[in-house]
């Protein structure tokens, strides 16, 4: 029993001795490498996936409209007014003013007579002279005609008056009576020997012609004026 004690003791001491042979090299080199120490082992956590984030989308800013100057107002011109010339009524009147009632002469209250004058050449007076006893009005310008004519002769407007014409029992209203146009070409010249004169749409008076008067396409009458002198303007 005691052998065995002593037997186990031995190795135990030689043990002890190593171990403090060895602490004294480690001390005693100073280019011996470190003793190995265990690390704990490093807790990694696993990465978070990132979600990937959408480019952002450049703005493009737009540039600043140039200024712009707004245009003049120009004000709308108005046209002008278009006017008329006045035109005296017929019945004398200013256009504003009601007009008066007319009294036309007729073949029952006026004598008709178409005479030769000297001046102006190819011309004819024509005069209607109230022989009734109460006042007419020479209206407008007599239609006239020659002989078995259809139609009336061309009225010369530029002869229209500024009043009608009133005539008292005795007066006389005188017409110019234009017997041929502008000579040259084909007028359809003939002599005639009587005048129809419309006084009215549903008044005619046939006169007789002077002796020897000729007409032609270009004949025209003027409206009746007051004066004998007015009416051979025309």
Request: charge should be negative.
């Amino acid at each position: 029993m005691r052998l065995s004690v002593r037997t186990l003791a031995l190795p135990a001491a030689a043990l002890a001795a190593a171990l403090s042979l060895t602490a004294c090299q480690s001390s005693s080199d100073p280019d011996a490498a470190p003793a190995p120490t265990s690390a704990s082992p490093r807790q990694t956590t696993a990465a978070t996936p990132t979600t990937p984030t959408t480019p952002a989308t450049p703005t493009t800013t737009a540039p600043d409209p140039a200024p712009t100057t707004a245009p003049a107002t120009t004000p709308a011109t108005k046209p002008p007014k278009k006017t008329t010339a006045p035109t005296p009524a017929d019945n004398g009147g200013n256009g504003d003013d009601p007009a008066p009632a007319l009294t036309p002469c007729t073949a029952k209250n006026v004598k008709v007579v178409a005479s030769k004058v000297s001046r102006p050449i190819n011309h004819l007076a024509l005069t209607v002279t109230n022989v009734g006893d109460r006042p007419c009005d020479a209206v407008g310008a007599p239609l006239v005609g020659f002989d078995q004519s259809q139609a009336p002769i061309r009225i010369v407007e530029e002869s229209k008056p500024q009043a009608v014409v009133t005539l008292t029992p005795g007066e006389s209203a005188y017409a110019s009576l234009i017997l041929t146009g502008e000579p040259g070409g084909d007028t359809h010249g003939t002599t005639v020997r009587t005048v129809k004169v419309n006084l009215t749409t549903d008044s005619m008076v046939t006169v007789p012609a002077p002796t020897g008067t000729y007409v032609d396409d270009g004949a025209a009458v003027s409206y009746w004026q007051r004066e004998l002198a007015d009416a051979l303007q025309y």
